[in-house]
T-cell receptor, first 115, second 111 residues
Framework: DSGVTQTPKHLITATGQRVTLRCSPR?????VYWYQQSLDQGLQFLIQ???????AKGNILERFSAQQFPDLHSELNLSSLELGDSALYFC??????????????FGPGTRLLVL | GQQVMQIPQYQHVQEGEDFTTYCNSS?????IQWYKQRPGGHPVFLIQ?????EVKKQKRLTFQFGEAKKNSSLHITATQTTDVGTYFC???????????FGPGTRLSVLP
């Protein structure tokens, strides 16, 4: 158990819909990362927050948005969903943003299926 | 932008054989991290390398960071069935903001 929690574990929805994925980082971690992993694919970095501020942006679609709240939990919002958005979405957290503090601890993931 | 590649994409070995995966970045990395993802699981941190030419060992696993800090390798001696999974390298370059994962090497170990 990494200490990172993600809800829900599974999500089934229809095209065009909007969903929100939630992540609670490890106690003490200030940074949260979001990744998308499609079937048998690698990890695509979406976005990173540090202490409530956006720190880095990867290959995140305009239909997707995220935020980190004052209590450091984070939400990833996916809208106008398409079939190709079906994937495993991982959240990871780290103490900081450089060196050993950048070690990332991953949550169990949310599996999204868009029908 | 920064690109991180890994070879091979897949590797099937007989239990007891050695295994090596190589990671190459298009840009110089400030550090490199290795993660392992078991089938159906989430990535788990293995190690971080920071210094040029650094070598670290964890039991049967040996990690190396290249002198130019653009490549790295993970070597497993005498693989076991518990080594099955996908091994990812990841790093942040000295100029960019993004943390990039390689595509991973999927290891299968036949008993």
């Amino acid at each position: 158990d990494s200490g990172v929690t993600q809800t829900p574990k599974h999500l089934i929805t229809a095209t065009g819909q909007r969903v929100t994925l939630r992540c609670s980082p490890r106690s003490g971690d200030l940074s949260v990362y979001w990744y998308q992993q499609s079937l048998d694919q690698g990890l695509q970095f979406l976005i990173q927050y540090y202490n409530g501020e956006e720190r880095a942006k990867g290959n995140i679609l305009e239909r997707f948005s995220a935020q980190q709240f004052p209590d450091l939990h984070s939400e990833l919002n996916l809208s106008s969903l398409e079939l190709g958005d079906s994937a495993l979405y991982f959240c990871a957290s780290s103490l900081g943003t450089s060196g050993p503090k950048e070690t990332q601890y991953f949550g169990p993931g949310t599996r999204l299926l868009v029908l | 932008g920064q690109q991180v590649m890994q070879i091979p994409q897949y590797q099937h070995v007989q239990e007891g054989e050695d295994f090596t995966t190589y990671c190459n970045s298009s840009t110089t990395l400030s550090n490199i991290q290795w993660y392992k993802q078991r089938p159906g699981g989430h990535p788990v941190f293995l190690i971080q390398l920071v210094k040029s030419g650094e070598v670290k060992k964890q039991k049967r696993l040996t990690f190396q960071f290249g002198e130019a800090k653009k490549n790295s390798s993970l070597h497993i001696t005498a693989t076991q069935t518990t080594d099955v999974g996908t091994y990812f390298c990841a790093g942040r370059d000295n100029y960019g903001q993004n943390f990039v994962f390689g595509p991973g090497t999927r290891l299968s170990v036949l008993p």
